[in-house]
């Protein structure tokens, strides 16, 4: 498994993350499946774990905790994130100092450790100034609780106000950012991944594989889906049918190359300079071993290019599928008076 270095920090880190959003009730129940799981990606070379308090309430951390112990701790780079409500109260969420400092013992408690690697605010938080979720974070930095701290699924525009909020008030800053990319979904592309580069941010980018529909099969027969799940992949909505349409051509592409599907998906993220590692989240043991498959898989720039005809650069054929709509948009009284 190749490495490269995260964000400025010298950390070395597997082109590779292995998410863990999959391991609990969420995805794969199966505790001692799961730390199966992560032995086998952690064999093959990956170095970089990556979950969050809220994954199944929680269980994720604990799965994860109980893969890494015996030794396996101290050759892997752990991340977590936080900012996601843990519980009813309003103040069990949130990006505030409140949060911040119990939500890291929870998560280190979950994890069995006493230090993380890359502590992740997992969205932004309107309500909460910048300065003071810098402030909180730049003391767990200075503890020793924390290694490095970074955002997940920032806009352009908040990336590069905590930037400027973290210089001018003397802050650790965020040396990655964590955004949803995929063929299908290249948005990003735009403004973040720049904006990224410009402040020497490390990117590790989730959802390679968007949500299933660069996985091979067919996503839109699901059964089981809650209303706003089913939304993404009806495809009577026009977003999701010109995703069909595109996954089509796509798998053409990829046949063409003599690769899986996966493989193309997995290897286009990887090609952006930008992108530091891929986070692939499996749930079974067999995805993990097709996606390990295709980790020195690289694209020639005919491939790349008949990509871009089907998914112009910086397109997201739903827009549904960047996981992030700023209050300004959302709430109706912030654009009425």
């Known amino acids: 498994m190749k490495r490269r270095i995260l964000g400025g920090t010298g950390i070395s880190v597997s082109e590779y993350a292995l998410g863990a959003m999959?391991?609990?009730?969420?995805?794969?129940?199966?505790?001692?499946?799961?730390?199966?799981?992560i032995h086998t990606a952690l064999d093959a070379g990956i170095n970089f774990v990556d979950t969050a308090d809220i994954y199944s309430a929680g269980e994720s951390e604990v799965i994860v905790g109980k893969a890494l112990k015996g030794g396996r701790r101290?050759?892997?780079?752990?991340?977590?994130?936080?900012?996601n409500p843990m519980g009813e109260d309003p103040n069990t969420g949130g990006n505030s100092r409140r949060w911040i400092m119990r939500a890291v013992e929870d998560s280190l408690r979950r994890l069995g450790t006493d230090y993380i690697d890359l502590y992740q605010v997992h969205r932004p938080d309107p309500t909460t100034d910048i300065d003071e979720t810098l402030s909180a974070l730049s003391d767990l930095v200075r503890s020793g609780k924390v290694r490095a701290i970074g955002s997940s699924t920032f806009p352009a525009d908040h990336i590069v106000e905590a930037q400027w909020t973290a210089e001018r008030r003397g802050h650790i800053r965020f040396r990655t950012e964590q955004p949803p990319y995929s063929i299908l979904a290249r948005g990003i592309e735009a403004n973040?991944?720049?904006?990224?580069?410009?402040?020497?941010?490390?990117v590790l980018t989730w959802g390679p594989?968007?949500?299933g529909w660069l996985s091979g099969r067919d996503v839109t027969a699901g059964t089981g889906r809650s209303a706003l799940e089913q939304q993404k992949f009806d495809v009577t909505v026009p977003e999701n049918a010109r995703k069909l349409e595109a996954v089509a051509g796509l798998k053409k592409v990829a046949a063409d190359a003599g690769l899986p599907l996966t493989h193309l998906a997995t290897a286009f993220v990887r090609a952006h300079p930008a992108v530091?590692?891929?986070?692939?989240?499996?749930?079974?043991?067999?995805?993990?071993?097709d996606l390990l498959a295709g980790a020195d898989v690289t694209l020639d720039s005919a491939t790349l290019d008949r990509i871009d005809a089907i998914v112009p650069p910086g397109t997201d054929l739903n827009p549904a599928d960047n996981y992030y709509v700023p209050p300004a948009l959302s709430d109706a009284s912030q654009r009425r008076r």
């Open 192 to 202: 973040v991944l720049p904006a990224a580069q410009r402040y020497g941010m490390g």
């Open 276 to 289: 530091t590692s891929v986070i692939i989240g499996p749930r079974t043991a067999d995805q993990l071993t």
């Open 209 to 211: 594989l968007s949500a």
């Open 74 to 83: 101290d050759g892997v780079v752990l991340a977590t994130k936080f900012h």
């Open 22 to 37: 999959m391991f609990g009730p969420w995805g794969n129940p199966d505790h001692d499946d799961s730390v199966r799981i």
